[in-house]
């Protein structure tokens, strides 16, 4: 998992090209004018899903895991909690949507939660447990993109 902010002046280069293609995708689409709705990079090896959603309690959330797509979560408005924890092989699945790359576990032992604000971004891998979508203080709307990078693109370099 890498936590950043694109406004911090992050430098891409130190990310491989697939990456860089979905945050500069990030940085030069202004997600909040933007329609709900599914946007290609690269066919469906690197693709955006833009989309509002409401935060919520931890206890309603499930976590989640990807296996072919790698998760670049960036936020475009609002506030929300991402739940993150490495893989080790100690949570069921509870639920499994193989057509979306969704698998939902039963915990996220030794889960960490991190802020998301504006501007901020999250690479989840294919080893990263992940719970987004958490509330603060009280339930809000967000807007955010999650651009899907196809992990054998960064495996073959």
Same mark, same amino acid.
Do not use: W
């Given at each position: 998992?890498?936590?950043?902010?694109?406004?911090?002046?992050?430098?891409?280069?130190?990310?491989?090209?697939?990456?860089?293609?979905?945050?500069?995708?990030?940085?030069?689409?202004?997600?909040?004018?933007?329609?709900?709705?599914?946007?290609?990079?690269? !066919?469906?090896?690197?693709?955006?899903?833009?989309? $509002?959603?409401?935060?919520?309690?931890?206890? =309603?959330?499930? *976590? #989640?895991?990807?296996?072919?797509?790698?998760?670049?979560?960036?936020?475009?408005? !609002?506030?929300?909690?991402?739940?993150?924890?490495? $893989?080790?092989?100690?949570?069921?699945?509870? =639920?499994?949507? *193989? #057509?979306?790359?969704?698998?939902?576990?039963?915990?996220?032992?030794?889960?960490?939660?991190l802020?998301?604000?504006?501007?901020?971004?999250?690479?989840f891998?294919?080893?990263d447990?992940h719970?987004?979508?958490?509330?603060?203080?009280?339930?809000?709307?967000?807007?955010?993109?999650?651009?899907?990078v196809?992990?054998?693109?960064?495996?073959?370099?």
């Amino acid at each position: 998992m890498i936590a950043s902010s694109l406004s911090a002046g992050d430098d891409l280069a130190r990310y491989p090209e697939p990456i860089r293609k979905a945050l500069r995708f990030l940085q030069t689409h202004d997600l909040t004018a933007m329609e709900p709705g599914v946007y290609e990079i690269e !066919g469906q090896d690197i693709f955006a899903q833009v989309f $509002d959603t409401t935060t919520g309690p931890r206890q =309603e959330k499930k *976590p #989640e895991v990807h296996r072919t797509y790698i998760d670049v979560q960036f936020l475009a408005s !609002g506030e929300e909690y991402l739940g993150f924890a490495p $893989d080790k092989g100690q949570s069921r699945i509870v =639920e499994s949507h *193989p #057509e979306k790359d969704l698998n939902f576990y039963d915990q996220a032992p030794d889960e960490m939660l991190l802020k998301a604000t504006p501007g901020s971004y999250t690479i989840f891998f294919t080893n990263d447990i992940h719970c987004p979508g958490i509330m603060g203080d009280a339930p809000m709307t967000i807007r955010k993109a999650v651009v899907k990078v196809r992990q054998s693109l960064i495996c073959a370099q």
